[in-house]
């Protein structure tokens, strides 16, 4: 994985609740998957298929999508690491960006999810940030527990097994 706090994350576009800046808790990483941009953005954009290769994600569902795929005004009904969530895409870029914004249903939004794609010579370039908010990114934060990272960390290595297969 590359990642370069260094620089500020230029190519994302963070909303002003969700800067990582003022985060509660924050995870950012990159990888460079050697398959065009176009196989990996369908594999980030399919959402449905990701509990066959990244199975901490479970019981997807997609709304406001005609083509059953994320979308500008798609929400996304999921369950990532056991809990329900409710994710409406506030960002859609073509083969660029899509970002979504998290919650449990019932609760404020607590999670900002985006991801980035830049196309390279022989490869993709995936970068991948999350910033929480609130008691949850709180708790996590303050019991030492790294698995925000760990997670971003499989999601994406899986997600370079499954473009680059």
């Not at 050697?34 to 994600?57: C, F, G, L, M, R």
């Not at 479970?58 to 798609?74: D, H």
């Not at 899509?98 to 449990?104: E, G, L, T, V």
Request: charged letters at 20%; a negative charge.
């Amino acid at each position: 994985m590359i990642c370069d706090p260094q620089n500020g994350y230029p190519h994302i576009q963070w909303p002003a609740d969700f800067r990582p800046e003022n985060a509660d808790l924050f995870a950012y990483g990159e990888i460079d998957i050697h398959a065009p941009i176009e196989i990996v953005w369908h594999h980030i954009v399919t959402a449905t298929e990701w509990p066959k290769w990244y199975p901490h994600i479970q019981n997807v569902k997609i709304q406001n999508s005609a083509a059953g795929r994320l979308e500008e005004r798609a929400v996304i009904l999921w369950t990532a690491y056991g809990v329900p969530l409710e994710s409406p895409v506030i960002e859609f870029d073509l083969y660029s960006r899509i970002s979504w914004i998290s919650c449990r249903p019932g609760y404020t939004p607590e999670w900002y999810q985006t991801w980035g794609l830049v196309s390279l010579e022989d490869k993709c370039r995936v970068s991948m940030g999350k910033v929480g908010r609130g008691p949850n990114a709180v708790a996590r934060r303050d019991s030492g527990d790294n698995a925000l990272h760990t997670h971003h960390d499989l999601w994406l290595k899986a997600l370079k097994r499954r473009a680059e297969a």
